[in-house]
C-alpha cells in the first residue's frame, strides 16, 4: 500500500512504533561503542561500494580466508562490521572452518540479516533456518533484518506487509529499512539506535564463542552418529532401500556397524520388530579378557584387592558407546525421503511400535510434524456399545478421534516413563522402547524432543485396559528443555500424565506444572521419590509414588486413574489431522509442494465421487468396465467355446455383437472423475503423479473401508445364518437368506472402490478405442503410456479383471509395449502366488518386496496383479527387474457362484504358465482345504510339463504351531509329497498324461522346497506384533527365491507379453495343452526359423564368394578339375562359426526347453544345407569346367578375328604414318579397312539363328506322339498351373474282373472325381518337383555363354517323362492321360520361353562376330590412332590389356554388385527383409490393391512360381528406385576395388620380373594370375598379339594412365535399365534371393490351399499357417449340393462338422484321423478374425462361382457382416496379423528399432 505524504523517516518511526515494541526508547542516546555487527544475507540485496558505510567496496567471499571485521565509526559509535554476505552459499565445511574463526576472535552483539525489500521469498527464509543451523536457537535473540530498497518510495508500502511476516515475527519483530547503498547516514544512525536497544534488551549480553562451542559440541555428537552409520549428507530413497540385492543379509542379531542401517531396514521392512534390537559386533580386542595373574588366594587381602585391581582395569579401558537403536531409526528418518519415511512408519505400526509424532530437526531444531507418513495407517479395533453388541471399527488413524493421554517428565528420574507406557498398551511388547531394552545405551542423542505416539485398541473383550481406543504420546527428553512440543500435546490430550523427582517450587518447571494443575485437563503426577498409592487429590487429579513400588501394582494403578479421567475428557478428542492447525511447526505435507497440490487434486477428484452413494461409484463414474464389458468377456468366451455346430455365419453374428457391444461401450462418455484423473496424470511429472496417486488411494480407502466394514459384517451374519438353515429343513427360508446374500455380495462388489478399479476403467476406454477406432477426446494412444509410467513408478497393475474372470489382453500388450518403449525389452524374472482366500498371500509378498497390494479389510486380491520389483546392478547380469504375480484366493466363498472349479483352474493355470516361480500358499492344516489347492496346482504344472514349460514352484505352509521341530517337518513333507504324488495321478488322468508321481511333473526337491511358517501375529489382534520368526521365515524365503532366480535369466518383456496373449488364448479356447502347445511351439518355432533364415545366408553368401573364386580360375584356366575337399575346407571356416551360433542360440534361449527338441534336426538340417550348396557347387563348377573346352572353340574364334584385325590394322597404321597423322585423313581410311575386314569375317562364319523355343517342343513332341488326337491336344493344351483340379488329367489303372468297385471306379472316371484330397496333394508335390528341378537345369544349360542346340529341349523333355513315368510305378491307383504330360512340358517351356530366348540373345551379342566387333570398334580405332602416332609397342600392349580387361571387369562388378545388393535387400526391402509371412503379407497386398482374379488363382494355386515373379518384381523395382542412392555407389566402388587390385598386380608383376630379370611372357603370368581370383583373364586372350615389350615401367605406367578411362566407360553405361540386362543368369539379385527365401515349404492346406510357412524344406514337424482361409476359395463344398463353404478350417476344428477324405466321413475336430496329407497339419482351433479372406470372397464371389462351378448359397452364403469390410479394412488386417510387432526404444539418446 502506497501512503503518500509521508517522509521516509516518519515511515519507519511509525513502523518502530508498531512492530518494535521490545525496543526501549530510553536508550536511544547511549553510545554503541566498541560492539561488533554480523551482516548476512544475499548479494543481490545490497550494493557494495566507496560510500557504502557498513560493508564499503570489499566484494563479498573475495578471499574467504582473510576476512577480518571492516572498523567503522557512525555517531560516536565504534563498530566493526563482519561481512558474512552469501556465506549460505559457501559448503558447510568450509563455513564451519570460517565461522569458529570469527567466533573465536569475536563477541558479536547482533547479526543483521540484509533482505531485499518486497514479499519475502523462500530463500529469505532458507537465508534464517542457515543462521540456526549454524549458530543454534539462541542466535533469533541477536537478529535484525534489514530490508534494502532501490527506491525511496517502495519503503511506504512495507508497514501493513510486514505486520504479520512470519520471518519477522521469529526475530521478534525487529527489522530497520535503508537503502541498498547504505549511504544514508540518517538510516545507519537508525539502525546503530536499534542495535542498541537489541543489545540493552539482551541485559547487554553477546552472541560468545562459548555458546557456538557448545552449539558446536552437540553438532559434532551428532554428526559423528550419522558418520558412524554412514549417513552424512546422504538420502536414502524407498526405490533403493526396496531393490532385491543378491547377498540377502544375515539374520544375526548382530552386525557390524556399518551394516546398522541396512540390516534395520531389511528387518523393518520384513516386519521384524527385532529390527530395533541388532546388536553392533564387537572387535576381537573388545571381546578379549586378560588372564590371571595367579590361580590362587593366598589370604583375603588378595582376594579384595583383585576387586580393586579389576575396578581401575575397567576406568582405563576406552571403548566407544554402540549407537543407540533409536539413534539408527531417527537417522534413517530423517535422511529418507519422504516415500521412505512413509513406508518406515508404516512398517513401524504394523510392528505395533511407537511412531514419531514431532521430530525436531537435529540441527536446527526446527519440529517437524510427519503427517504424510501416517496416512496409509489405518487402525481396527471393536468395542461394546450400550447393548453389549461387539462393534466393529477401522479407521484412518489421522482421522480417528479418540482420546489421548500425554506422558512427560521434569528434570531426571530414575523409573523409565517409557516402560510404564509399555504396560498399559501391551505388556508383552516394548511399544515405546525403553532404557531396559535389548541394546540399549547411555548415548542417545537423536530422541531427545522427539513426541511418539501409539494407540491402544480394544479387541471387545473383558480384559481389555481400555473399552475405546486410546492414543498415548510420549514426549522423550526433558519436558522443561522442549517447550513447544509440551505445549502442543498438553493442549490437545484427554489426559496428562508427569514424571517428577519431586515438587519443588524453586524448580523452573514448577510454574508450568502449577498451570497444568489448574487447568481444567485431567492431570496425573507419578513422583519418584514418593512411594504412596494411588490418591486423588481433587476433582480429575491424581497422584501416584514410584518409589520401591511393584511395577504391577503401578500399572494397575495408572490404568485404574486414567480409566476414571477418560470420561472428564469426552469433549477433548484427539485427532493427528489436527496437528496441521499448530503455526509453530512445519507440516511435511505443506512443505513439500509436489505432496500438497497432489493432495489438492486428489481432493477435488473426491468432491465429485461424494455426489453419489458408495454403491452407485462405479455404476456412475467407471462405466466401461460395468455391464457392456461383463456381456463383452461372456460373448468372447461363448465365441471361443462353441456348443455343437457352429458355422461361419453363426460365429460372424456374435462378432457382429461383440463389435456392437464395444462400440455402445465406446460410445458413453468419459466421467468426469475418470478426465479429471487422466488430465492430472498426462500433465504433471512422476514424483507429483506418485504423490497423487497416493493421496487418491489414501483418500478413497478412507472414504471407503467404514461402509465395507459395515457390508462384511452383514455378510459374515447372512453367511452364518446361511449355514445354520442348511441343516434344517426350512428352504424358503434358505432360499431368502442366499437371496439376500446374492444382494449384500452384489453391493459388496459395487462398494469396492480403488485405484485397481480406476486403472482398469482406463483399460477399457482404451480397448473400446481400439476396436473402434474412433478417438474421444483424443487422449485414448497415451492411456498405455500413462500405465506404464505407473508400474515404473512401483504400482500394481491388473492383469486378470477379478470380477468378469478375464484377461483384457489388448489393454495389457499396449501397456507391455509402452514398458518396452520406455525401459527398453528388459528381462524380467517373473515370480507368481497361488492360494486359498485370506491366507496371507499379499501380507507375505508386501512383507517380501515392499510391495503395495491391497491388503487392509475388506480389499482381498481380485483376479491377478503384476508389479515390477526393481534389482541391484550386480543381478542385473541376469535379469532386470522381479516381477511379482499377485493372484484372487482359490476357492473363494465370498463369491461362490463365480468361483468355481474351472474358474480356479483357469486362474492357476495362468499364472503358472506366466512364472519362471511359482510360491504356493498354504494356510494352516485343513486337509480339505490342503487336497482342493493341491489338486488345483498340480493340474496347473502338469499342464506346464505338457507343454513343455517348466516353472519352478515352492510351497509355503502358513500357520504352522512349531516350526522349529525337526521330524515333525520332515513328516509334514513326507504327507505333502504323497499328497502331491495323488493329486498327480488324479490329474494325469483328467489331461490324459502318463504322468505318476509328482517328479514326474516337475524338477522338485521336497526338502528344500517346502518351507514352514510361523503365526503371523505374536499373540492375538490387534494389538500383538508380528511374530519374529515368521519374518526370519519371510527372510529365509526370500534367499530361496533370489538363489533360484539366479539360476534363470527370466524372460524378455516382449516374451512376457507373447506368453500373457498365448496363455489367455489357450485357456479361451478350453483346450488348454493343445491350444497353448501349439502356440507356443509355433512362436518358438518361427524365432527358430529366423535365426536358421540367418545361418542358412551366411552358409549361402560364404560359398557364393567360394564359387565366385573358383569360378574365375577355372575359366582363367589356372587351375585343374576342381575336387570337393578343398570346396569342404573353405566351408568348413563358416560351418564352424554357424555351428557355434547355433550352440549358443539353444543354450540361452529363454524357450530352451521346448527349443531343444528341434535342435538334433536343425544341426541335421544346418548339415544336409552344407553339403547340398556343396554338391550344388561342384555340380555348377564341373559345368563349368566341362564347359570350358566348349567355350574355347568359341572363344578362339573370337581371338582370332580380333587379333587378325589388330595385326592388320597395325599394317595399315605403319602404311599410313609416314603420310599423314591428319585425323580427317586417318578416319576414312580406317572405316574402309574394317568394313572390308568384317565383310570378310562375316562371310567366312556362319551365322547364328533366332530359336524359337515352343516351335521345337511341338516339333519333339509330336515325334514322341504321331497321332491326330495329340497333336490337337498341342494345340489346345492348358496351363496346367491354373487347373483347380487334375482328375481330368487321370485314369484309373485297369484290374481284372467286373465287379461293383470297378463299375464305380469306372463312373468315377466318366464324371472326374477319380481324385481324392490326398492324391490331389501327391500330384501337386510331383508338378512343383518337377518345375523346380527342370528351372535349375535350364539354368545350368547356360545358354548365354555355350548357345543353343535342340537337344538341351530334348534332355528336358526326356526327363519329365521319366519322372511321370517313375511316379505311375509306384503306389498309386490311377495312371496319367497324355494330355497331362503334354500340357506338362507346354507350361514349363511357355514358362522359360523368355528365359531361352533373353539368353540366346546374350550370345548372339558376345559371340555373333559382325555384332560383336561393331562394339570393339571404338577400341580397335584408339590403337590404329596409337600405331599411326607412333606410340611404342609397349604402350600398345598396354592399351590393348586394359581394352581386354574391359569386358572382364565388367562382369566381375557386376556380379560383385548383384551379390551385395542381394544383402542390402534382404535386410532394407520391406517385402523381403524378413520370414516368408512377411512376404506373403506384401504379395496379398499388391493382389488386393490391384484387384486382378487371375492373379489371385496363380497365387492360390501356384504359389511358389508367383513368389518368385513377386521376388523379381521387388527387387527390379528396388534396383530403379534406388539406383543412384545404393546400387551406383556399389558399382562404383566395385569398380574402384577392382582398378586397385589390378594396379596393384601390374606394379607387383613389374617388380617380379626386374628382380629376375624375364621376358613379357613372365610378366604376363604374373600379371593374370594375381587376378585369377577376381576376373575372367588369361593369357590366350592374348594369344597372337606381339609381345616385344621391353619397357616393364612403362607398361605399368601405360596401365595406370589408361585404366581409369576405361574404368569410366564401363561407369557411363552403368544405369537402372541395363543394369538386368548385364548381370548374368545365374548371378542375378533376385535368382540369389530365390534360391534364399523359397528354399522352404510350400505344401499346402488340403481344406483351404493357405500354404505352410515352415521356412524350411521337407521340416520334420507338422504343417501349420498362421491364419487359414475361407474353404471355398479352394472349391471346398458342402456334400450333396454345390453350395461353396464359407467356413475357416481354424474355425471347423472346434466342432464335430464332417468332410469326406477317401469314402470316409471324418469329423473336423478329429481330422489328423483322416490320415495322409491331413495327418501331417496342425490346424489350431483360432477364432482371430482376419477380414481379408471375407472381403475377398465378397470382392470376387461371382469370379469364385464361374471358376468353380459352383455357388456361395444356402448352408454356404456368405455372411452380410463380411460385406462390411471394404479393400481398406482387408489390407489392414494384414498389417495387424502378417506383421512382426516393431516396438521403438529410446535408450541414451539413442533409438533401437526391435522386430519379433
Not at 397 to 403: E, G, L, M, S, Y
Not at 1409 to 1436: D, H, N, W
Not at 1757 to 1770: G, L, M, N, S, V
Amino acid at each position: 500500500m502506497n501512503r503518500k505524504g509521508r517522509s521516509s523517516k516518519t515511515a519507519n518511526m511509525n513502523v518502530d512504533s508498531e512492530l518494535s515494541g521490545s525496543v526501549d526508547s530510553s536508550h536511544m542516546d547511549q553510545k554503541v561503542s566498541n560492539k561488533t555487527f554480523a551482516l548476512f544475507g544475499n548479494s543481490t540485496s545490497v550494493q557494495f561500494g566507496n560510500d557504502n558505510i557498513l560493508l564499503g567496496e570489499e566484494p563479498p567471499l573475495k578471499d574467504v580466508e582473510l576476512i577480518k571485521p571492516l572498523k567503522i565509526k557512525i555517531s560516536d559509535h565504534h563498530i566493526s562490521v563482519i561481512n558474512m554476505i552469501d556465506f549460505t552459499k559457501l559448503p558447510m565445511g568450509s563455513v564451519d572452518y570460517l565461522i569458529g574463526q570469527l567466533m573465536h576472535e569475536n563477541e558479536i552483539s547482533v547479526f543483521i540479516y540484509v533482505v531485499r525489500l518486497g514479499q519475502l521469498t523462500d530463500a529469505d527464509k532458507m537465508g534464517l533456518e542457515w543462521l540456526q543451523k549454524v549458530f543454534g536457537d539462541r542466535v533469533f535473540q541477536f537478529v535484525i533484518i534489514l530490508f534494502t530498497y532501490e527506491r525511496e518510495e517502495e519503503s511506504d508500502t512495507i508497514i501493513d506487509d510486514l505486520k504479520g511476516n512470519q520471518l519477522v515475527k521469529k526475530c521478534g519483530g525487529r527489522y530497520h529499512t535503508c537503502n541498498k547503498t547504505m549511504n544514508n547516514q540518517s538510516e545507519m544512525r537508525g539502525l546503530v539506535s536499534k542495535t542498541e536497544s537489541l543489545f540493552n534488551g539482551n541485559k547487554e549480553q553477546c552472541y560468545t564463542e562459548e555458546m557456538f562451542n557448545t552449539l558446536g559440541q552437540s553438532r559434532e555428537n551428532l554428526r559423528k552418529v550419522f558418520n558412524r552409520l554412514h549417513m552424512y549428507d546422504s538420502k536414502l530413497r524407498s526405490a533403493d532401500v526396496l531393490q532385491v540385492t543378491e547377498h540377502v543379509l544375515e539374520s544375526d542379531e548382530s552386525c557390524a556397524e556399518e551394516e546398522l542401517v541396512k540390516n534395520y531396514l531389511q528387518k523393518l521392512m520384513m516386519m521384524n520388530y527385532r529390527a530395533r534390537y541388532i546388536k553392533r559386533q564387537e572387535n576381537k580386542k573388545q571381546h578379549h579378557t586378560q588372564p590371571a595373574n595367579n590361580d590362587s588366594l593366598e589370604d583375603e587381602g588378595d582376594f579384595f584387592d583383585m576387586f580393586k585391581e579389576m575396578n581401575l582395569s575397567n576406568k582405563g579401558t576406552s571403548k566407544s558407546d554402540p549407537v543407540h537403536p533409536m539413534d539408527v531409526q531417527m537417522a534413517v528418518f530423517h535422511c529418507a525421503d519422504s516415500f521412505l519415511k512413509q513406508l518406515m512408519v508404516t512398517k513401524l505400526s504394523q510392528c505395533q511400535f511407537a511412531l514419531p509424532l514431532l521430530v525436531p530437526d537435529p540441527f536446527s531444531q526446527k519440529i517437524l510434524c510427519p503427517l504424510w507418513t501416517f496416512r496409509q495407517i489405518n487402525k481396527s479395533w471393536k468395542m461394546r456399545n450400550p447393548d453389549n453388541e461387539i462393534i466393529s471399527k477401522v479407521q484412518p488413524v489421522c482421522k480417528a478421534k479418540t482420546p489421548m493421554v500425554s506422558f512427560f517428565r521434569f528434570g531426571s528420574v530414575s523409573s523409565s516413563k517409557s516402560q510404564l507406557m509399555n504396560s498399559l498398551i501391551n505388556e508383552k511388547h516394548n511399544t515405546f522402547f525403553n532404557r531396559n531394552c535389548q541394546c540399549s545405551s547411555k548415548a542417545r542423542l537423536l530422541m531427545d524432543g522427539v513426541v511418539e505416539i501409539a494407540w491402544f485398541c480394544p479387541s471387545g473383550k473383558n480384559t481389555d485396559t481400555f473399552n475405546v481406543c486410546v492414543a498415548f504420546c510420549n514426549l522423550h527428553g526433558d519436558a522443561g528443555a522442549n517447550e513447544e512440543q509440551l505445549e502442543i500435546i498438553t493442549k490437545m490430550s484427554s489426559v496428562n500424565v508427569v514424571l517428577l523427582q519431586q515438587l519443588d517450587k524453586n524448580d523452573r518447571s514448577a510454574t508450568t506444572i502449577q498451570k497444568l494443575y489448574r487447568d481444567d485437563k485431567p492431570l496425573i503426577f507419578l513422583f519418584n521419590e514418593d512411594d504412596s498409592a494411588v490418591s486423588q487429590m481433587r476433582k480429575g487429579k491424581y497422584k501416584i509414588g514410584l518409589k520401591d513400588r511393584n511395577q504391577s501394582d503401578v500399572s494397575e494403578e495408572l490404568k485404574r486413574a486414567i480409566n476414571d479421567c477418560l470420561p472428564y475428557a469426552a469433549s477433548a478428542m484427539f485427532r493427528l489431522e489436527d496437528l496441521s492447525k499448530h503455526s509453530n511447526i512445519r507440516v511435511d505435507e505443506e512443505d513439500d509442494e509436489d505432496c500438497k497440490r497432489g493432495k489438492e487434486v486428489a481432493q477435488e477428484m473426491m468432491k465429485i465421487l461424494k455426489k453419489k452413494p458408495l454403491t452407485e461409484f462405479k455404476k456412475s463414474f467407471l462405466p466401461h468396465q460395468g455391464k457392456l464389458w461383463h456381456q463383452w468377456c461372456q460373448k468372447n468366451k461363448e465365441l471361443h467355446r462353441p456348443e455343437g455346430k457352429e458355422t461361419e455365419l453363426v460365429i460372424s453374428r456374435k462378432r457382429t455383437e461383440m463389435k456392437k457391444t464395444r462400440e455402445e461401450q465406446h460410445g458413453i462418455p468419459i466421467s468426469d472423475f475418470i478426465g479429471l484423473f487422466m488430465k492430472q496424470i498426462n500433465s504433471c511429472d512422476a514424483n507429483l503423479n506418485v504423490y497423487f496417486l497416493k493421496w487418491l488411494s489414501i483418500h478413497l480407502d478412507e472414504y471407503t473401508s467404514a461402509d465395507l466394514s459395515a457390508l462384511h459384517h452383514k455378510y459374515d451374519e447372512k453367511w452364518s445364518a446361511v449355514l445354520e438353515l442348511k441343516g434344517k429343513d426350512e428352504s424358503e427360508k434358505l432360499k431368502d437368506a442366499q437371496t439376500e446374500l446374492d444382494r449384500i455380495s452384489k453391493e459388496l462388489q459395487s462398494a469396492t472402490f480403488g485405484l485397481e478399479h480406476i486403472m482398469r476403467e482406463i483399460g477399457q476406454i482404451y480397448e473400446s478405442w481400439a476396436s473402434v477406432k474412433e478417438n474421444k477426446e483424443g487422449i485414448q494412444p497415451s492411456l498405455p503410456g500413462l500405465a506404464a509410467e505407473m508400474m515404473i513408478s512401483g504400482f500394481p497393475l491388473e492383469l486378470m479383471d477379478g470380477d468378469a474372470a478375464h484377461v483384457p489382453v489388448t489393454w495389457i500388450t499396449a501397456v507391455l509395449d509402452e514398458l518396452i518403449q520406455k525401459l527398453g525389452d528388459r528381462r524380467v524374472f517373473v515370480m507368481s502366488v497361488l492360494g486359498i482366500q485370506s491366507s496371507g498371500k499379499s501380507t507375505l509378498l508386501n512383507a517380501m518386496f515392499g510391495l503395495q497390494f491391497a491388503v487392509s479389510a475388506g480389499r482381498c486380491t481380485r483376479g491377478a496383479f503384476m508389479q515390477l520389483v526393481r534389482v541391484s546392478e550386480e543381478m542385473k547380469k541376469h535379469f532386470d527387474y522381479i516381477l511379482v504375480v499377485d493372484t484372487e484366493g482359490l476357492r473363494d466363498a465370498e463369491l461362490a457362484e463365480r468361483s468355481t472349479r474351472h474358474h480356479d483352474n483357469e486362474l492357476a493355470t495362468f499364472v503358472v504358465g506366466l512364472g519362471n516361480l511359482t510360491l504356493i500358499n498354504i494356510f494352516g492344516e485343513n486337509s480339505s482345504e490342503i487336497q482342493d489347492i493341491l489338486q488345483i496346482v498340480v493340474q496347473a504344472f502338469l499342464r506346464m510339463k505338457m507343454v513343455k514349460l517348466n516353472p519352478r514352484c515352492m510351497f509355503v505352509h502358513q500357520n504352522v504351531s512349531d516350526v522349529t521341530a525337526g521330524e515333525k517337518n520332515m513328516e509334514g513333507r513326507r504327507r505333502l509329497l504323497q499328497k502331491l504324488d495323488e493329486m498327480t495321478k488324479l490329474a494325469a488322468k483328467e489331461e490324459v498324461n502318463d504322468a505318476e508321481c509328482f517328479r514326474d511333473v516337475i524338477n522338485f526337491d521336497v526338502r528344500n522346497d517346502v518351507k514352514y511358517f510361523a503365526h503371523l501375529w505374536e499373540g492375538n489382534p490387534p494389538m500383538s506384533p508380528p511374530n519374529p520368526t515368521y519374518c526370519e521365515n519371510i527372510q529365509e524365503l526370500k534367499e530361496a527365491i533370489i538363489s533360484q532366480a539366479l539360476k534363470s535369466n527370466g524372460m524378455s518383456l516382449i516374451h512376457l507379453r507373447e506368453r500373457i496373449h498365448d496363455l489367455w488364448e489357450a485357456l479361451l479356447n478350453e483346450r488348454f495343452v493343445f491350444s497353448f502347445k501349439n502356440s507356443l511351439e509355433i512362436s518358438t518355432y518361427r524365432r527358430l526359423e529366423a535365426e536358421y533364415s540367418k545361418w542358412t545366408w551366411i552358409l549361402r553368401s560364404a560359398m557364393m564368394k567360394i564359387e565366385n573364386k573358383l569360378q574365375n580360375q577355372i575359366e582363367n584356366e589356372a587351375t585343374h578339375e576342381p575336387e570337393q575337399r578343398d570346396l569342404q575346407r573353405e566351408l568348413n571356416v563358416t560351418g564352424e562359426e554357424v555351428k557355434k551360433s547355433m550352440s549358443e542360440f539353444f543354450g540361452k534361449d529363454t524357450d530352451r526347453d521346448i527349443m531343444i527338441q528341434w535342435k538334433e534336426s536343425f544341426d541335421i538340417k544346418i548339415k544336409e544345407l552344407q553339403e547340398s550348396i556343396l554338391r550344388e557347387t561342384m555340380r555348377k563348377l564341373n559345368q563349368i569346367f566341362h564347359q570350358r573346352d566348349l567355350k574355347k572353340k568359341i572363344d578362339a574364334q573370337k581371338t582370332h578375328h580380333e587379333n587378325t584385325l589388330l595385326e592388320k590394322s597395325k599394317e595399315l597404321a605403319i602404311k599410313l604414318r609416314d603420310r599423314t597423322s591428319d585425323e580427317e585423313t586417318l578416319k576414312p581410311e580406317f572405316d574402309l579397312f574394317w568394313e572390308e575386314c568384317v565383310k570378310k569375317i562375316s562371310r567366312d562364319s556362319l551365322p547364328i539363328k533366332d530359336i524359337d523355343i515352343l516351335r521345337d517342343v511341338n516339333e519333339i513332341l509330336s515325334q514322341i506322339y504321331e497321332s491326330v488326337t495329340v497333336k490337337a491336344c498341342i494345340e489346345n493344351s492348358n496351363n496346367v498351373f491354373f487347373v483347380p483340379t487334375y482328375s481330368c488329367y487321370v485314369k484309373l489303372k485297369k484290374s481284372s474282373g467286373n465287379t461293383v468297385k470297378n463299375v464305380c471306379t469306372a463312373a468315377k472316371e466318366k464324371f472326374g472325381s477319380i481324385l481324392s484330397k490326398e492324391d490331389e496333394a501327391q500330384i501337386g508335390d510331383l508338378f512343383t518337383d518337377v518345375i523346380q528341378q527342370t528351372e535349375k537345369m535350364i539354368r545350368s544349360l547356360n545358354i548365354s555363354k555355350m548357345g543353343y542346340t535342340i537337344s538341351c529341349i530334348q534332355h528336358l523333355i526326356d526327363y519329365v517323362k521319366t519322372r511321370i513315368t517313375e511316379y505311375e510305378k509306384g503306389p498309386v491307383k490311377y495312371v496319367f492321360k497324355n494330355e497331362f504330360f503334354i500340357d506338362l512340358v507346354l507350361s514349363i517351356f511357355k514358362r522359360a520361353n523368355k528365359l531361352f530366348t533373353d539368353q540366346h540373345r546374350m550370345f548372339i551379342e558376345a559371340n555373333d562376330p559382325v555384332l560383336y566387333l561393331m562394339k570393339k570398334r571404338g577400341e580397335y580405332y584408339s590403337i590404329f590412332q596409337k600405331y599411326c602416332q607412333g606410340a611404342t609397342s609397349t604402350a600398345i600392349f598396354a592399351e590393348i590389356i586394359c581394352q581386354k580387361l574391359k569386358e572382364p571387369i565388367e562382369r566381375s562388378v557386376y556380379k560383385h554388385t548383384a551379390r551385395d545388393l542381394a544383402d542390402e535387400i534382404r535386410i532394407n526391402c520391406p517385402s523381403l527383409n524378413e520370414n516368408r509371412s512377411n512376404m506373403e503379407k506384401h504379395i496379398m497386398k499388391r493382389l488386393a490393391e490391384e484387384e486382378n482374379f487371375s492373379a489371385f488363382i496363380d497365387y492360390i494355386y501356384n504359389p511358389r512360381d508367383h513368389f518368385k515373379d513377386f521376388i523379381r518384381d521387388e527387387v527390379s523395382q528396388y534396383i530403379r528406385d534406388e539406383f543412384g542412392i545404393s546400387v551406383q555407389p556399389k558399382l562404383d566402388e566395385n569398380l574402384k576395388v577392382l582398378q586397385q587390385t589390378i594396379m596393384a598386380a601390374a606394379h607387383e608383376s613389374t617388380e617380379l620380373v626386374q628382380v629376375n630379370r624375364g621376358d613379357v611372357d613372365l610378366w604376363l603370368k604374373s600379371f593374370v594370375e594375381k587376378l585369377s581370383d577376381v576376373l575372367i583373364f588369361s593369357v590366350n586372350d592374348l594369344s597372337g598379339v606381339t609381345l616385344d615389350v621391353v619397357d616393364f615401367k612403362l607398361l605399368e605406367d601405360v596401365i595406370r594412365t589408361e585404366l581409369p578411362s576405361v574404368m569410366s566407360l564401363i561407369s557411363k553405361e552403368f544405369s537402372a535399365e541395363t543394369f538386368d540386362i548385364k548381370l548374368d543368369v545365374n548371378s542375378r539379385t533376385d535368382e540369389i534371393l530365390i534360391d534364399h527365401l523359397c528354399q522352404c515349404c510350400w505344401v499346402q492346406c488340403p481344406f483351404c490351399k493357405a500354404i505352410c510357412t515352415n521356412a524350411i524344406d521337407k521340416h520334420d514337424n507338422d504343417h501349420s499357417v498362421p491364419f487359414h482361409r475361407v474353404n471355398g476359395i479352394n472349391g471346398f463344398y458342402n456334400e450333396k449340393t454345390t453350395n461353396l463353404c464359407t467356413d475357416f478350417c481354424s474355425t471347423l476344428v472346434l466342432n464335430s462338422e464332417r468332410f469326406k477324405s477317401s469314402n470316409k466321413w471324418i469329423a473336423f475336430n478329429d481330422y489328423r484321423r483322416a490320415g495322409g496329407v491331413y495327418a501331417k497339419w496342425s490346424i489350431n482351433p483360432d477364432l482371430s478374425e482376419l477380414p481379408y479372406w471375407k472381403w475377398f470372397v465378397c470382392k470376387f464371389q461371382e469370379d469364385l462361382e464361374m471358376y468353380h462351378g459352383k455357388t456361395f448359397q444356402g448352408d454356404g452364403e456368405i455372411p452380410f457382416e463380411w460385406r462390411q469390410y471394404t479393400k481398406q479394412d482387408a489390407i489392414e488386417s494384414l498389417d495387424e496379423y502378417h506383421s512382426p510387432k516393431q516396438i521403438i526404444i529410446r535408450e541414451n539418446n539413442k533409438v533401437y528399432v526391435i522386430r519379433e
